[in-house]
C-alpha cells in the first residue's frame, strides 16, 4: 500500500542512488583485488611502499590488503588504491641484487677526500648487514660552501632490516 505515492517513488529513488553509488566502490576494490592477482606487484611478507604506507604485507584480500608497519601497526589499504598508487617492493630484488642503503656526510674542505673515502668505506666495512658482494663506494655528491657532500652507497640482502641497518651505518660513520 502506498507504493504508488510520490514520497514512496522520490524515497526509492534516493536509496537506489544511495546503494549504487556505495557499490561503486566495493565493486572497484573487488575488480581491483582479482587484477592484482595478476599484477604480482607483492606477495605475503614483502616489504613494501604504497603511497604513504610502508611495511610488510601481512595479507591480501578480495577487497582490502593488510600491511604491518615497523611500529607494529596494522594499516588496511582499499584494493583500488593500490591500482592506482605507486607500489615500491623493496623485497622483490633484495635477495638477488641486493637492496641500496645509502647515507650523506658533509665534510669540510680541510679533510682529504681520499681520507674521507676511506673511512666511510671502512665505516661500511664495519657494519652488520652490509653485503661484501657488492661492494660499498662513495659518490661525490657536491661541492657545498663549506664542505663537499659524499653519499656512502651499501647493499643489503634483508629490506626488514634496513632500518636497523641504516642506524648502524649512520652510527659507524660517525665512530669512524
Same mark, same amino acid.
Given at each position: ?8 517513488? #522520490?524515497? $526509492? ?5 544511495? *546503494?549504487? /553509488? @556505495?557499490?561503486?566502490?566495493? +565493486?572497484?576494490?573487488?575488480?581491483? #583485488?582479482? $587484477? ?5 606487484? *607483492?606477495? /605475503? @611478507?614483502?616489504?613494501?611502499? +604504497? ?6 604485507? $601481512? ?118
Amino acid at each position: 500500500p502506498g507504493s504508488g505515492s510520490e514520497a514512496f517513488k #522520490g524515497v $526509492s529513488l534516493f536509496l537506489g542512488i544511495i *546503494f549504487s /553509488l @556505495g557499490s561503486s566502490s566495493f +565493486i572497484a576494490n573487488m575488480i581491483a #583485488g582479482y $587484477s592484482m592477482t595478476y599484477r604480482r606487484a *607483492f606477495k /605475503l @611478507g614483502d616489504v613494501v611502499q +604504497i603511497g604513504e604506507v610502508m611495511g610488510v604485507v $601481512s595479507g591480501v584480500r578480495l577487497q582490502v590488503t593488510h600491511v604491518r608497519t615497523i611500529k607494529n601497526e596494522e594499516i588496511v589499504v582499499p584494493n583500488s588504491q593500490i591500482m592506482n598508487a605507486a607500489v615500491t617492493n623493496f623485497s622483490s630484488l633484495a635477495k638477488s641484487d641486493g637492496l641500496i642503503l645509502h647515507t650523506t656526510a658533509g665534510i669540510g674542505y680541510e679533510t682529504p677526500w681520499r681520507q674521507v673515502e676511506a673511512m666511510l668505506l671502512l665505516a661500511a666495512e664495519r657494519t652488520e648487514g652490509v653485503l661484501r658482494e657488492p661492494g660499498p663506494f662513495v659518490w661525490h655528491l657536491s661541492l657545498g660552501d663549506f664542505c663537499v657532500n659524499y653519499e656512502l652507497i651499501a647493499f643489503i640482502a634483508d629490506a626488514l632490516a634496513a632500518p636497523a641497518v641504516r642506524t648502524a651505518l649512520s652510527r659507524n660513520v660517525l665512530d669512524v
